[in-house]
């Protein structure tokens, strides 16, 4: 984890194992993209550095937004957004300097403020392989610098021991500081920690409108949520539990589904609920959502928040979180757009990210291999 957290703040660079050097090219570039989605494998650049210059030596030239490293001494395996080569670039020539430490992140700071390098982009995707099963095996880190749990309607509490036994959900690490980040495990596939929930549950069978409300949370966040419901007929707001954190949820709908979002929400969904009491189009209702928004009565979720989603049925994606991302691009953030939609409905999705450049933009996180779950 100590490895981890130095990484987010300087970008580490990884030496190849030993006996890498034996290994052919193809071999070595079938390696570094292990970790990717499939639909980035083909594109990704494969490079090394000189361990004695810290030169970067191109294995093979890639033409998509993800370059990675064959695995190193330490077991892991990374693959990055190619939009902060540069940052990297600069590790490792100052790392062959002689530079390490407090030194090495000076420099990086000092060469960030001169313009030399740039920032990673707020909500770019890095990917990581460990080939033992004492750690996460499969894990992607959204890099989230300086954000708080408390605004973007994330849990902080570890998932460490349940990624371990092939269940983990995402949490965020060191919120508040440069090095701010969303841990997200990959459950349930062929690079995955084994094990996975060996009970389910049906949330059919729950009753009670705040316990089944609260169901999309991890668990640390659902004793403090707020649960609502709408009233028939009016649309006014019924407060069936008011909460302690920053989340609220409401029941199943009408829909199957089961939503949980940030309480800076709250207001449009009052908004929208009212207007649908009133019997209002989908056009007039998004026509007052935009007048609310520039009146500053209603407001979005913030970039790098998540709402919670749960489905009651099988033909959808069960448990899946979605982080807001508005305007941004894959090719700025590393992320994939190819769908993940039918591996997720057999419960071994990965995230992927829809409405690309929109204010829609957004990633889908199907959650693998728990109670909740689709079925592996």
Partial sequence: MKRLIALLAVVLISPLVG?????????????????????????????????????????????????????????????????????????????AEGKSGEDLQA??????KAGTIQPTPFGSMMYR??????????????????????????STA??????????????????????????????ATDLSNKG????????????DPVAQAVLPLPEDLRAGATVVTYEEGTGARQVLRQGTNMIECQPRGEDGFTRCYHKSLGPGRDLTAKLQAEGKSDEEIQAAMRAAREAGTVTSAPVGSVSYRLSESDDRIKLLWVM?????????????????????????????????????????????????????
């Avoid at 420099?107 to 960030?112: G, I, Q, R, S």
């Avoid at 080939?131 to 994330?154: F, H, M, S, T, Y």
């Avoid at 009970?199 to 069978?205: H, P």
């Fill in 158 to 187: 570890s998932q460490r021991d349940n990624a371990l036994a092939g269940r983990g959900m995402p949490w965020m690490m060191r919120e508040g500081t440069p090095g701010a980040h969303l841990m997200v495990p990959i459950n």
């Fill in 129 to 154: 392989l460990y080939d033992k099963d004492d750690r996460i095996q499969l894990l992607w880190v959204i890099v989230l610098p300086n954000a708080k749990a408390e605004d973007l309607g994330l």
């Fill in 107 to 112: 420099a990086m700071a000092e060469a960030e």
């Fill in 196 to 207: 996975g929930a060996t009970t389910r549950i049906d949330a059919l069978t729950i009753t």
């Fill in 324 to 376: 807001r991302l508005a305007n941004n691009k894959s090719v700025d953030l590393g992320m994939s757009t190819g769908s993940q939609r039918d591996t997720a409905l057999a419960g071994e999705g990965m995230p992927w990210m829809m409405a690309d450049g929109t204010p829609g933009a957004h990633l889908m996180i199907p959650i693998n291999a728990t109670e909740l779950s689709n079925k592996h």
């Fill in 19 to 95: 006996t890498a050097q034996a290994q052919s090219v193809d071999e070595l570039i079938a390696q570094a993209v292990r970790p990717l989605p499939e639909d980035l494998r083909a594109g990704a650049t494969v490079f090394t550095y000189d361990d004695t210059t810290g030169a970067r030596q191109v294995l093979r030239q890639g033409t998509n937004q993800v370059e990675c490293q064959p695995t190193g001494e330490d077991f892991f395996t990374w693959c990055y957004p190619t939009v902060s080569a540069a940052r990297r670039d600069l590790s490792a020539r100052l790392r």
